[in-house]
């Protein structure tokens, strides 16, 4: 009875689209999805179905995803979803009611590994940031959604903050890695563009260096903004620092600095070695030098003596004979 009933349920929808001027062109094809509808519930069961269809907005859901895949796409398109919908039933219906644009998310799910289908509708079906993750594959294509799905929660950052560049940037990163940089996504969107690119440049080129110069900044300087302006001036300056170890802080007046990475050892030991040069060069050397003088005068007086003693016995000796 409960299979009846969901049957007689798509029908009403197919004759009630087609009452509907403005979607005159639906029809034709729109039985194609209520189809593969029907034959996923059909694994799960009746109850479900009329449940989804008649409770959950079910029908609204399906009559505006076929609307606009047939806007969008035609015919060709209205099957894509039928496909996908046969596979994966409400989720389907779900994400591609939260998709602005279709045609470009539609592409992508047919390009995906089958294993990874399932996460993406979940991800696209997500409200707001599902939305926002639709939109960027509008502009960016599959990249935006593979780089989601490759560090969940945090790719999208890469792909609205730095467009081709940030696709590019976080496939060469670890989640973890991805997670550190994402943070600081925002405030290096909004550095000027040269700024913006010289940094992208050091992430992509020096990837673990530049992300473990960030974790330690922040570790040391909790609350703090990395990215302004005047701190990235001195990391451009100084990149070879940046990637050595050096670490930025701030002096008094809140302005970046960069100092060794030993911090306040490697400072004491550096004035240390200073101090000991200082006093080797000014006194130790002197003192030295006027000893050395010393010993010669000694050995030359000594010397002499011993000369003089020497003749001098040797003129008694002679005296004797």
Known sequence: MRRIAL???LCVWFCSVQSHPAQASVPAVAASVGKALLKYFGKQGGAEATEYLSRKG???????VVATATRQGGDEAVEQVARFTGKYGPDALAALDNTPSLLPVLRTLDELPPAQVKLALTRLAAGKSGRELAEAMAVHGGSALRMELQHPGVGLFFVRNFGDDGVELASKMTTDQ?????????????????????????????????????????????????????????????????????EIVFDADGNPVLISKGGFAGRAMEAGGEVASHVSTNYLRPVYLTAMAF??????????LKYWAFRKMKAIARIAK
């Open 178 to 246: 991805a997670i550190v940089v994402a943070r600081h996504a925002d405030d290096i969107g909004r550095l000027p563009a040269a700024q913006k690119a010289g940094l992208i440049g050091m992430l992509k080129g020096n990837t673990e260096q530049m992300v473990s110069f960030v974790a330690r900044f922040v570790e040391a300087n909790p609350g703090k903004t990395l990215f302004t302006v005047a701190a990235t001036t001195v990391i451009l300056a100084e990149p070879d620092r940046i990637l050595g170890g050096d």
């Open 7 to 9: 049957v007689f349920m």
């Open 295 to 304: 010993v010669g005068v000694f050995l030359v007086i000594w010397g002499g």
């Open 58 to 64: 079910g029908k609204e859901i399906m009559e505006r």
